[in-house]
Every structure is written in structure tokens, then in C-alpha cells.
């Protein structure tokens, strides 16, 4: 027996270029096992496990409200752990696009970066609230994230901050030591790559050449 709302939930997940219609279709290459309950108005999935290629990339919950209309959908997400390379992100996306994908080579940097936090909103609208744990230090970042499901082209603002980033190991730069700052950002990707973005910053701390710097505006 076919259930016809079971049929109708995948119908009107599909939608040509986003990430459901790869993964449905099979072109992304990713698993997830979750305890799952709700209806079809909503999905409650608690202990999540996503993978890329058998490697981790989320663990958390989530839950999605109005699952079967991808222009309504709503989601909510507690992250306990979101893991991510420059390679393996740039594999995501390869596969997703179908075609190799080129990010920024100054990501390649940041080494393998985890997230723990919080976000939530519509697919093409995002606001997050957590820290990125990366290479050279933590960021901790509060803001949105507007877009298309197709991660290509998205604008983003918020505040970043952190207490101790190694700027001078980021930027390969050895008369740069650490920082600490708190900063406003407001920017804009396209095509993966960065268009524009404007900084506002309360530069507390830095280091350069072996001298202490304090509150530069």
C-alpha cells in the first residue's frame, strides 16, 4: 500500500539545485541516523549523526517544522558538534554542483574547524549563535546568514569576537603575533567566492613584533 502523504513529502521536497534534490537524487554521497518522532508538520530528530563519506559532520538535534513545503520549512538546531575541513567542504560542494569547486586558499589556514552552537531559521535565512574552534584559536560569532539553497550566493552579517586568535600564524605573517577583538560584519559570497565585506572592530589586544597593543578603534 502506498501512502499518498508519504509520497507527497518527497514530491514537494524536491526542488532542481538544492541540497535535498542531491541528496534524494543520490549525487551527494551522505548518511544520517537520528532517534526520530513528530508528524508531518514536524520532525523531532534527537542524537543525530550526519556524515560525508563515512566521515562526521554534525552531531546534534534537530528539529524541522512544515518538512513537506521547502519554502516553509523552519528548523532548529541544538549542534553539539559540526566538523569541517577546507578539502572536505570543498568535496561537498564539488559534488553538490557537480563540478569542482574553488574556495578561498586563505580557508585552507583555518585547518579543521568545529562548531558548537546553536541555529536556526529558513534555509534561505539562517541565524546562528555559537564558537568555531579552528587551527590558530576560537570565534565566537552571532548573526544571519541570507541565501539560496544552493550554497553558492549568500549575504551575511553579525558580530564576531575572540580573545586570542594567532592573526600572524593565520596570515603567515611572523611580525603578527595574537588577538583579541570584538567586531561587526557585514558582507556578501557569490559563487563561493567573497565579494565584499566591511569590518567595524574594537581591536583590544595584538601583538606585533613582540609589542602589546591595546584598544585600537
Given at each position: 500500500?502506498?501512502?499518498?502523504?508519504?509520497?507527497?513529502?518527497?514530491?514537494?521536497?524536491?526542488?532542481?539545485?538544492?541540497?535535498?534534490?542531491?541528496?534524494?537524487?543520490?549525487?551527494?554521497?551522505?548518511?544520517?541516523?537520528?532517534?526520530?518522532?513528530?508528524?508531518?508538520?514536524?520532525?523531532?530528530?534527537?542524537?543525530?549523526?550526519?556524515?560525508?563519506?563515512?566521515?562526521?559532520?554534525?552531531?546534534?538535534?534537530?528539529?524541522?517544522?512544515?518538512?513537506?513545503?521547502?519554502?516553509?520549512?523552519?528548523?532548529?538546531?541544538?549542534?553539539?558538534?559540526?566538523?569541517?575541513?577546507?578539502?572536505?567542504?570543498?568535496?561537498?560542494?564539488?559534488?553538490?554542483?557537480e563540478q569542482p569547486a574553488?574556495?578561498?586558499?586563505?580557508?585552507?589556514?583555518?585547518?579543521?574547524?568545529?562548531?558548537?552552537?546553536d541555529f536556526q531559521g529558513?534555509?534561505?535565512?539562517?541565524?546562528?549563535?555559537?564558537?568555531?574552534?579552528?587551527?590558530?584559536?576560537?570565534?565566537?560569532?552571532?548573526?544571519?546568514?541570507?541565501?539560496?539553497?544552493?550554497?553558492?550566493?549568500?549575504?551575511?552579517?553579525?558580530?564576531?569576537?575572540?580573545?586570542?586568535?594567532?592573526?600572524?600564524?593565520?596570515?603567515?605573517?611572523?611580525?603578527?603575533?595574537?588577538?583579541?577583538?570584538?567586531?561587526?560584519?557585514?558582507?556578501?559570497?557569490?559563487?563561493?567566492?567573497?565579494?565584499?565585506?566591511?569590518?567595524?572592530?574594537?581591536?583590544?589586544?595584538?601583538?606585533?613584533?613582540?609589542?602589546?597593543?591595546?584598544?585600537?578603534?
Amino acid at each position: 500500500i502506498v501512502d499518498p502523504y508519504l509520497y507527497t513529502l518527497e514530491i514537494n521536497l524536491v526542488k532542481d539545485g538544492t541540497i535535498l534534490d542531491n541528496i534524494l537524487y543520490g549525487r551527494l554521497d551522505a548518511s544520517f541516523e537520528a532517534d526520530l518522532n513528530g508528524s508531518l508538520d514536524s520532525v523531532f530528530a534527537q542524537n543525530m549523526k550526519l556524515a560525508f563519506k563515512n566521515q562526521t559532520l554534525f552531531l546534534g538535534d534537530i528539529d524541522v517544522f512544515h518538512p513537506t513545503k521547502l519554502e516553509a520549512m523552519y528548523v532548529k538546531a541544538r549542534c553539539n558538534d559540526i566538523y569541517c575541513s577546507y578539502t572536505l567542504l570543498q568535496d561537498i560542494l564539488s559534488q553538490l554542483h557537480e563540478q569542482p569547486a574553488q574556495l578561498p586558499e586563505i580557508l585552507k589556514q583555518l585547518g579543521y574547524v568545529r562548531y558548537r552552537g546553536d541555529f536556526q531559521g529558513r534555509l534561505e535565512n539562517l541565524k546562528l549563535q555559537g564558537t568555531f574552534s579552528t587551527a590558530h584559536g576560537a570565534l565566537n560569532v552571532a548573526g544571519n546568514v541570507k541565501g539560496d539553497t544552493t550554497l553558492q550566493n549568500f549575504d551575511f552579517q553579525g558580530h564576531l569576537s575572540t580573545t586570542s586568535f594567532q592573526l600572524g600564524n593565520f596570515l603567515a605573517q611572523t611580525d603578527l603575533g595574537a588577538i583579541a577583538l570584538k567586531a561587526d560584519l557585514k558582507g556578501r559570497i557569490d559563487a563561493n567566492q567573497l565579494a565584499y565585506c566591511t569590518v567595524k572592530s574594537d581591536i583590544q589586544n595584538f601583538e606585533y613584533k613582540g609589542y602589546q597593543y591595546q584598544h585600537i578603534l
